[in-house]
Each structure stands twice: as structure tokens, then as C-alpha cells.
């Protein structure tokens, strides 16, 4: 089955300073790949996703690239404010399937 | 749009004690997830169903877990016995299709003592 790793667990940032999160994944076949972000107390939040036929996309301040040859992909929040303190999963998966997710990064952005 | 909707948000109960937990999905969306997340464990998909129909439980711990989804708008997760080992966050979460994004409901905190 597919094996998602993600680095770091643990992220601290100044705030307005730029934060990445990076996953590698071991299966070729997948091609869906999302981000959620989950706050203390509640369930995980689709922040943003990317298709293996695109390169990268981005939203606002938060973008993710994506390389199929490598099989790793990244999320990056540019501008960093404290409410983008929470915990980070990347997750990859295939057409119709079941994800699989990371373990998780903890960012907090320092006032 | 009210989003996933889970019941109970706690549940406290005893060791020996079934725990009913449930779930109503997305109107529309034709996948339904189960997880379980523990800060040792992180996030665990317990069991999966397209329209209705499981099509992956490998991740059900063992034969004191059932799920079932008898419409497409209700789905219930059943521990029968509960152990306190099975004290964790649940996750309902539905997907429109497929190849798109999971909506996760706000989770049941469960406690076993």
C-alpha cells in the first residue's frame, strides 16, 4: 500500500515569516493529494489539493507544489499570522480510494 | 450547508459498555469515512463505504467494532464491549467523489473508563 512521510513534526515560525511542510509518498499511482489543517478541538479542514496532472496551484497565501518524478510534495504559507497555528496533514491517495495521511506537523507562528 | 454532522460530541461509559456513535454525511456525497485519532496513533481509517456499501474494513482493530450505513444519509460506528483502550477522537468524514476531497465532521470524544 502507499506510505506518506512528512517532515517536520514540529514547525515554529516567526509571524509574517514563511512556513513549509514537506511529504514524500511511495506509491506512483496516486494522483490526488490534499492538505488539511486541524485546530485544537475540531476535526481536520481541506485547505487546499492538488491533481498529479498539476504542478503546483496556490490559494491566497498558501500554495503546494507537486513532484511526481520525486514523489514529494509541499505545502508553503507565505505570511504566516497566529491563526495559522494548528496541525498540518498532507495525505495522498488514489482515484476512489481510501487517503493516506501523514503524521502530522505542528506549526505555531510566534507573534 | 450544515457539513458533517457526528453524535454524540462525549461520551463517557464504563469498560463492558456498547458505545453507539453517529454519523450523517454530506447530502450527496457517496463516500462515508470512519477514523480514529489518538496522540500515539495519529489518524486511523477505521472502515470505508462507496454508496453505501463497505468496501474496506481492514482497519476495524478487531471483532468488538462494527459499522454499518443503512442509507446513504446515516451510518453508526458500534463498540460492543468497549475497553478503555478504545478512549480516542472519531472522525466521520463524506467525499462527493471520487477523486475529490474528504469533509470531516467535529469528531465524538470518547471515554472509557
Known amino acids: 500500500g502507499e506510505n506518506v512521510e512528512q517532515h517536520p513534526s514540529t514547525l515554529s515560525v516567526q509571524e509574517g515569516d514563511s512556513a513549509v511542510i514537506k511529504c514524500t509518498y511511495s506509491?506512483?499511482?496516486?494522483?490526488?493529494f490534499p492538505w488539511y489543517k486541524q485546530e485544537l478541538g475540531k476535526g481536520p479542514q481541506l485547505i487546499i489539493d492538488?491533481?498529479?496532472?498539476?504542478g503546483e496551484k496556490k490559494d491566497q497565501r498558501i500554495a503546494v507544489t507537486l513532484n511526481k518524478t520525486a514523489k514529494h510534495f509541499s505545502l508553503h504559507i507565505t505570511e504566516t499570522q497566529p491563526e495559522d497555528s494548528a496541525v498540518y496533514f498532507c495525505?495522498?491517495?488514489?482515484?476512489?480510494?481510501?487517503?493516506?495521511f501523514g503524521t502530522g506537523t505542528s506549526l505555531t507562528v510566534i507573534p | 450547508d450544515a457539513g458533517v454532522i457526528q453524535s454524540p460530541r462525549h461520551e463517557v461509559t464504563e469498560m463492558g459498555q456498547e458505545v453507539t456513535l453517529r454519523c450523517k454525511p454530506i447530502s450527496g456525497h457517496n463516500s462515508l469515512f470512519w477514523y480514529r485519532q489518538t496522540m500515539m496513533r495519529g489518524l486511523e481509517l477505521l472502515i470505508y463505504f462507496n454508496n453505501n456499501v463497505p468496501i474496506d474494513d481492514s482497519g476495524m482493530p478487531e471483532d468488538r467494532f462494527s459499522a454499518k450505513m443503512p442509507n446513504a444519509s446515516f451510518s453508526t460506528l458500534k463498540i460492543q464491549p468497549s475497553e478503555p483502550r478504545d478512549s480516542a477522537v472519531y472522525f466521520c468524514?463524506?467525499?462527493?467523489?471520487?477523486?475529490?476531497?474528504?469533509?470531516f465532521g467535529p469528531g465524538t470524544r470518547l471515554t472509557v473508563l
Open positions: 468524514a463524506s467525499r462527493p467523489g471520487r477523486d475529490e476531497g474528504q469533509f
Open positions: 506509491d506512483s499511482a496516486s494522483n490526488y
Open positions: 495525505a495522498a491517495s488514489r482515484a476512489g480510494n481510501q487517503f493516506y
Open positions: 492538488i491533481r498529479s496532472n498539476v
